[in-house]
């Protein structure tokens, strides 16, 4: 165990124990793993020996599945003890993989041999709009300064039903979207590859639980025991098209041709360190949208852009999950207040993350301002947008303390259009 023992400096410590699911090429069977520094541990080879009486469903046990919506259906409760069970096997305090090195061998598989899946069915994705910095600035760019953000954008959470079918695993590459653009100087509306391809720099969390009926609210002071655990996500948007289709029902072609997220889930016991007060909020919202224990996160986040002629990445935005004005408490009881039902494994993503500062900008349409700031990246090449062959590479971590909890990477490139 000692030869796996991670740095703490690593992403992946025993603090953190993130979840996702892996299969291999001498095992191609989809299955849930707990990433521990350069390791996953392999759940379904140690699964009777994290048991309970609501482990096992159907019969079947929850860490023996193919993917973690039955686990995800479980309350905290159950998820702590589970927690507490892989950190007992993993520091030796309960001594079976230290006394038997082939389950040791059998049970933790190098990352590097893995394949990542998306760890869970996602029935429902909504994207929220939540960074005050973001939504002013876009409103600025499109609106001017007196109407930079809309009368009801500090009165609730604004937000958009998503393609959840297009939503993939870091690593995976796309093909750049086609569709309607109307250029300012243009009569009429051209059909065509997107021009102005763009990344969106956000978070998102998996919605845990039981699922809830139709009709059946999650009251704010109740959201924590349904977020199971967050990822970074990478919406990524193709403004030209965005900009001819969104009024008046929002965005449509433009978003949902794909959207990545990091493969490892950060539970949210794990973040619990890392919690902050929320952003100051003027006008109070609301009744049901106020929790005197409601709190954000401290996130370091980055953004590079690595284009495919070049071996290096440029870092091109530094920012934090803090700078979120709606938290995500608030989005949970706003999205079912009205009754709406959501189901463990509905993905909730923040909207662009953007602070007050011209380098933690979450977008290239904001860090160029609409193409009229070009970037210059470390080969040379200037980015007004992406490009054939960028990869975007997001990664974020959080730390306080000596303790460091890290969500890997979040990774993508762009192919030419098919």
């Not at 690593?10 to 892996?22: I, M, S």
């Not at 989809?30 to 009486?53: F, M, N």
């Not at 860490?63 to 905290?76: D, G, I, T, W, Y």
């Not at 909504?126 to 609106?143: E, P």
Request: overall charge negative; aromatic content about 8%; hydrophobic content about 35%.
């Amino acid at each position: 165990m000692d030869k796996i023992q991670p740095d703490k400096n690593q992403h992946f410590t025993l603090d953190n124990l993130p979840y996702g699911v892996f299969s291999t090429s001498q095992d191609p069977c989809p299955r849930i793993g707990v990433a521990y520094g350069d390791h996953i541990l392999d759940l379904k080879s140690i699964h009777q020996y994290v048991d309970g009486p609501r482990m096992r469903i159907d019969g079947k046990h929850v860490l023996a599945e193919p993917n973690l919506q039955k686990f995800m259906s479980l309350s905290p409760r159950e998820w702590h003890e589970t927690r507490g069970v892989i950190q007992k096997l993993l520091n030796g305090e309960i001594s079976l993989l230290v006394d038997d090195p082939h389950l040791q061998q059998q049970a933790l598989v190098p990352q590097s041999d893995a394949n990542m899946h998306v760890p869970a069915v996602i029935g429902d994705y909504t994207d929220f709009y939540s960074s005050i910095y973001h939504a002013t600035n876009v409103g600025r760019m499109f609106r001017g300064e007196d109407n930079a953000l809309l009368p009801n954008w500090k009165s609730l959470p604004v937000g958009y039903h998503g393609r959840a079918s297009s939503i993939v695993i870091s690593g995976t590459n796309f093909n750049r979207p086609k569709g309607q653009s109307k250029a300012d100087d243009q009569t009429s509306p051209t059909f065509g590859p997107c021009r102005l391809l763009d990344f969106e720099l956000e978070m998102a969390f998996f919605v845990g639980g039981p699922e809830t009926s139709m009709g059946q609210s999650i009251p704010i002071s109740e959201a924590d025991s349904h977020i199971f655990g967050m990822v970074i996500m990478n919406d990524w948007s193709a403004r030209d098209i965005q900009k001819w289709e969104y009024v008046p029902l929002g965005p449509f072609l433009s978003k949902s041709f794909c959207t990545t997220i990091s493969p490892w889930i950060v539970t949210m016991e794990a973040l619990e360190p890392f919690r902050i007060p929320k952003m100051l909020q003027d006008p109070e919202p609301l009744p049901y949208l106020r929790d005197s224990n409601d709190f954000n996160l401290d996130i370091n986040l980055e953004v590079a852009i690595k284009p495919s002629s070049s071996q290096v990445g440029s870092k091109i935005c530094q920012s934090n999950f803090k700078h979120m004005y709606w938290t995500m408490k608030q989005q949970l009881a706003h999205h079912t207040v009205n009754g709406c039902n959501v189901k463990p494994g509905d993905l909730m993503a923040s909207g662009t993350i953007s602070g007050p500062t011209p380098d933690s900008l979450g977008s290239l349409l904001e860090l160029t301002w609409r193409g009229s700031r070009p970037l210059t990246l470390a080969d040379g090449s200037q980015r007004k947008f992406l490009q054939d062959g960028d990869s975007v590479v997001m990664s974020g971590f959080c730390e306080k303390n000596g303790k460091r909890i890290g969500f890997g990477e979040c990774i993508g490139t762009v192919l030419p259009a098919l």
